[in-house]
T-cell receptor
Framework: NAGVTQTPKFQVLKTGQSMTLQCAQD?????MYWYRQDPGMGLRLIYY???????DKGEVPNGYNVSRLNKREFSLRLESAAPSQTSVYFC????????????FGPGTRLTVL | DAKTTQPNSMESNEEEPVHLPCNHS???????IHWYRQLPSQGPEYVIH???SNVNNRMASLAIAEDRKSSTLILHRATLRDAAVYYC????????????FGTGTRLKVLA
């Protein structure tokens, strides 16, 4: 099992450009999450999807959109990138019962110039 | 969402036990206490979780105060590979399954 995979690993954008971060999981989990982590900080939740077909805002949703394409895939879109969105982005998935252990991907390091 | 408070950093010598504290004075009766750690340049990984009773697994032990307002993650013999940021997180079992991460404790292990 690959677990949670994210693409790309690194990306540099210019202010105003758009891009989509991709995330996929092969653990048949119902819930998926997008976080951002700024230097020296903990993770902050951007959006989450409790189950296929549903999405909800987290702590810092402004400037982002998400799509739960199917049970496996959850994408994060930046429509007009800003330097304040320079961060490392982590995707995670979990089965929302019992332990609800979240499994994290390796992250995407995004720089907006 | 209930908040947690952790020291910014701690140091330990290799092969010695480490006690990482966490305060959660506003914890509710349905909040589970979860611990994750983040190794350098990686995503967080699950360590342990508990509700009321102390818990042990192959990675660590979790000691929960009787009033549940604090907990301690115990690494029995720290190794260099345990150097990481450790996050204490509360999760409401009755609500959504999202976590609120704080800034965590950066553990430095000295050889």
């Amino acid at each position: 099992n690959a677990g949670v995979t994210q693409t790309p690993k690194f990306q540099v954008l210019k202010t105003g450009q758009s891009m989509t971060l991709q995330c996929a999981q092969d653990m048949n989990h119902n819930s998926m999450y997008w976080y951002r982590q700024d230097p020296g900080m903990g993770l902050r939740l951007i959006y989450y999807s409790a189950s296929e077909g549903t999405t909800d805002k987290g702590e810092v949703p402004n400037g982002y959109n998400v799509s739960r394409l199917n049970k496996r895939e959850f994408s994060l879109r930046l429509e007009s990138a800003a330097p304040s969105q320079t961060s490392v982005y982590f995707c995670a998935s979990s089965e929302p019962s019992g332990i609800n252990e979240q499994f994290f991907g390796p992250g995407t390091r995004l720089t907006v110039l | 969402d209930a908040k947690t408070t952790q020291p910014n950093s701690m140091e330990s010598n290799e092969e010695e036990p480490v006690h990482l504290p966490c305060n959660h004075s506003t914890i509710s009766g349905t909040d589970y206490i979860h611990w994750y750690r983040q190794l350098p340049s990686q995503g967080p990984e699950y360590v342990i979780h508990g509700l009321t009773s102390n818990v042990n697994n192959r990675m660590a032990s979790l000691a929960i105060a009787e009033d549940r307002k604090s907990s301690t993650l115990i690494l029995h013999r720290a190794t260099l590979r345990d150097a990481a940021v450790y996050y204490c997180i509360l999760r409401d079992v009755g609500g959504t399954y999202k976590y609120i991460f704080g800034t965590g404790t950066r553990l430095k292990v000295l050889a």
